[in-house]
């Protein structure tokens, strides 16, 4: 007798296939451990098929596993495709935005734009995710991106607001003020390999190699607040690092990671006629604009650089 495939059950089969193990599939799926070994073992039992081997270092996908894994994966993309394309046509200025950003944001420029954007539009409900990954918005992981880029994916349309300014930083009240020609024998805080792609990470790469670092963070906020209780110098976006009283700058200026990383306000292109989006990016946008100089680390943000 056949029997029907449930589409949910497949979505079970993809995550393990994709993330290998059951615990990183719960993760992804909000559900517990249990739940998801449940429902694989429903659909191979269902099907009479073994998808994966259970090894000590994971789930492998068997043949069958692939094959299948392979037929849903195709499956999947037509059905966010249709979602996309069906929340493109939604006119109503009302619903859910999830958006995803990095922290050194939110903890400085996004909190009272968000908060201005929702007393306008009471109706907009708002879910922030903080992470230094990359969401996909191709598969609807969120709606809109507010991040740093040097080249953001083309299948994402949005507005570039200002280049991000970089300068070094350390705590305020340090008797000790090194010249540039004396960093590689300072004290550093450096990124782990969370961060090794951001512009922080490349500028310390070309600037500081062979510097071993005091400590190393996957946060950029965390090097912040390491650095302001003298652990050591960290270079830092100037939009957080200025804002932060307990911080002065160590370089004369900006500093250059050697690929110009900007801020960007995306989006996927089949949403841009969602007028809740379109009116969350248009005004994030503009707020962000007026906020310039902060971002780019120039005009009155120069208070706390040593004197020329």
Partial sequence: MHNEIDWSDLQYVLAVGRHGSLAAAARALCVSHTTVLRRIARFEGAHGIRLFDRLPSGYALTAGGEELLAAAQSVADMVTTLERRLAGRDLRLEGLIRVTTIDTLMVSLLPPILAGFQAEHPAVRLEVSVTTA????????????????????????????????????????????????????????????????????HWMHKRLSGTEMVLQADSIVTMAEAAAVGVGLAPLPCYLGDAMPRLRRVSRGTIAPGTQHHLWVLTHEDLRGTARIRTFTAYVSEALILERHRIEGGADALRNCPSQ
């Avoid at 191709?138 to 880029?149: N, Y």
């Avoid at 949005?158 to 070094?168: K, L």
């Avoid at 003020?177 to 922080?200: C, F, H, V």
């Fill in 134 to 201: 990359v969401a996909n918005l191709t598969r609807r992981d969120a709606d809109v991106a507010i991040r740093v880029s040097a080249d953001p994916p083309g299948t994402l349309i949005g507005r570039r607001i200002a280049p991000v300014g970089m300068a070094v930083y350390q705590a305020v009240g340090l008797e000790t003020l090194p010249n540039e020609d004396e960093w590689p024998q300072q004290r550093w805080i450096g990124t782990s390999d969370a961060l090794s792609e951001t512009a922080i990470a």
